[in-house]
């Protein structure tokens, strides 16, 4: 969050400057009654943009950027939520074999199918003739209890 004091500060030496530069026109145009209409004197010293402003600048691209980064991050975690729910297909577990290959085990119908899936690619590994039950495995270890998925914490904070 911007604090308003340094904007403030920013806008109040702007103020004063201009203040200040009417004041000295005003007292060029007294102590010369021959050119009522003649132009300001130029200040001489201008006021160079200061360090205040430049770090205002900063906080503010960085706030920007930290949005896009943050409203992406939300869309890939909320990108199995608008997947629509059949009967006909689903993916039953996926599993990591690189940096960008994985293995797939897919459900369609009634048959399962083990597809290995690479950046422009998709190859069928092995039609299993026997469906084969995927069930997940509490973590071991201290400490390690299972998450509560995301929509169990939404229903629960709607009070459903």
Request: proline residues 9%.
């Amino acid at each position: 969050m911007i604090r308003p004091a340094p904007f403030l500060f920013h806008c109040a030496c702007r103020l004063v400057g201009a203040l200040t530069a009417a004041l000295a026109s005003a007292a060029v145009l007294a102590a010369d009654p021959a050119r009522p209409f003649a132009a300001p004197a130029v200040v001489d010293s201008a006021t160079p943009p200061g360090v205040g402003s430049l770090g205002q600048v900063t906080l503010s691209l960085g706030l920007v950027l930290a949005l896009i980064f943050a409203t992406a991050w939300v869309a890939r975690r909320m990108r199995g939520l608008n997947r629509a729910s059949t009967d006909a297909m689903d993916v039953i577990s996926s599993l990591p074999l690189g940096q960008k290959e994985r293995a797939v085990l897919v459900r369609v119908g009634k048959q399962q199918i083990l597809l290995g899936v690479a950046p422009g690619r998709v190859t069928t590994l092995h039609v299993l003739t026997e469906p084969v039950e995927v069930t997940t495995a509490p973590p071991s270890g201290p400490g390690s209890a299972e998450k509560p998925s995301f929509k169990a914490l939404l229903m629960k904070s709607l009070g459903k």
